[in-house]
């Protein structure tokens, strides 16, 4: 089913008696599969509002990521939250859509400072599951009375609702990046200089580690200003060896691209995890994982590729935060949950707000587990 309009979307699922999969692009790959019809969101596409002087973009839910990022570059704005192309790491195609983006609450690099896909989320649009047309928040910061629906649907995976309209809050591209780059691996040194960073004055805006290259520092901004805290953090980060300082802007972006999209795990045999956790925790996580990783978010997000069938998340034992199985073979899916199970009251409530939000349990039914 491929509706074409607001209207026609809720008359769908008004008559609705059975399981339907929300999908924009489909680049993600599907959790465990359960027998359901298939609704996809990308015929309502196209950019609705955008006003760059008011840093504010309204866009239709089914329109790709590529064309808004195409719509706001022509203006040197961008969105924040750095979303990602994942297709190369889950080896999926299909155009990634803003629905998909704003239903898995996406994040890059980026989200030390800017916030994730939610902290830009202005307003939203969606059809509930009995096919009411829900309008929550509007086009600037600060329009919420009553719940917060907007930041509820982000991250919500399809389950709530199908979103229709997007309001998001844009911002400049910056005029120059810089990379300070030092050629450190042990995972306790790491962490130490990423910590030193982010606790620096020189506003970072990403702090990350590539196996291939080491410790990575992103800073932004006007080219004088890049220069001046490049170099300032350079003498701070000097304890920890030798930093190289990359002002080449394309280099830059290939650096971070690698990042955001776990490029070394691409090509790579194994299942891939991204877990959360408290950075000072990440050395002994890291030990107890025993596998290739890379981090990120100044090593409270760590990427791992494990062996297939390997459980990591009771194998790395409690720990502060949680693990997400992002690309995992079939039968690792068949066993394992996608996200980390929920403490049993969250759970009840998220169970609660299903019910309310999708009475008839049509809904990508399975998709959390
Ligand atoms: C566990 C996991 C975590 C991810 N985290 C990130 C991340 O942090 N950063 C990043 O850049 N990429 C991330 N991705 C990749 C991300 O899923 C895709 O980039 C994005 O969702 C693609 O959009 P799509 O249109 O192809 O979505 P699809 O693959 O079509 O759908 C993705 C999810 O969004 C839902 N959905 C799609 N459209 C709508 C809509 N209109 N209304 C309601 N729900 C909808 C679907 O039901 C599905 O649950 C993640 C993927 C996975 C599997």
């Not at 950019?47 to 840093?55: M, N």
């Not at 080896?91 to 030390?112: F, K």
């Amino acid at each position: 089913m491929k509706p074409q309009s607001e209207t026609e979307l809720a008359e769908l699922i008004r008559e609705a008696n059975g399981p339907l999969r929300v999908h924009g692009g489909g680049t993600r790959p599907v959790g465990r599969p359960a027998a359901a019809t298939p609704l996809d969101i990308s015929g309502l596409s196209g950019i609705t509002l955008y006003e760059p002087g008011a840093l504010t973009l309204v866009v239709a839910a089914g329109t790709s990521l590529a064309e808004v990022e195409a719509a706001l570059a022509a203006e040197g704005q961008r969105l924040a939250f750095e979303p990602a192309d994942w297709r190369g790491l889950l080896g999926t195609s299909g155009e990634p859509t803003i629905g998909g983006m704003v239903a898995a609450n996406i994040s890059g690099p980026r989200r030390i400072q800017a916030g994730a896909c939610r902290d830009a989320l202005l307003g939203v649009r969606f059809v509930d599951g009995t096919g009411a047309v829900v309008k929550n928040g509007g086009r600037v910061m600060k329009n919420v009375t009553g719940y917060d629906l907007v930041k509820l649907m982000a991250g919500s995976w399809g389950t709530l609702g199908v979103l229709t309209e997007v309001a998001l809050k844009v911002l400049p591209a910056p005029e120059a990046t810089a990379t300070l780059i030092l050629n450190i691996h042990p995972v306790k040194d790491v962490v130490a200089a990423l910590s030193a960073a982010l606790g620096s004055p020189f506003d970072v805006t990403g702090a990350a580690y590539l196996p291939d290259t080491g410790v990575l520092v992103r800073i932004e901004g006007f080219s004088g200003s890049v220069t001046y805290r490049a170099g300032r953090l350079a003498e701070t980060l000097g304890r920890f060896g030798p930093v190289e300082i990359d002002h080449e802007p394309a280099h830059n972006f290939e650096l971070w691209r690698r990042v955001a999209t776990a490029a070394p795990f691409h090509n790579e045999p194994g299942n891939v995890w991204r877990i959360s956790v408290k950075p000072s925790d990440a050395p002994g996580i890291v030990a107890r994982l025993g596998c290739p990783v890379m981090l990120d978010w100044g090593g409270g997000l760590i990427w791992a590729l494990a062996a297939q069938g390997r459980d990591v998340r009771s194998e790395i034992g409690p720990f502060e935060g949680h693990a997400t199985l992002v690309r995992a073979d079939g039968a690792t899916r068949a066993k394992l949950s996608v996200f980390h199970p929920e403490p049993a009251p969250i759970a009840a409530i998220s169970a609660g707000l299903r019910e309310r939000f999708d009475p008839k349990g049509i809904f990508n039914p399975g998709i959390m587990g």
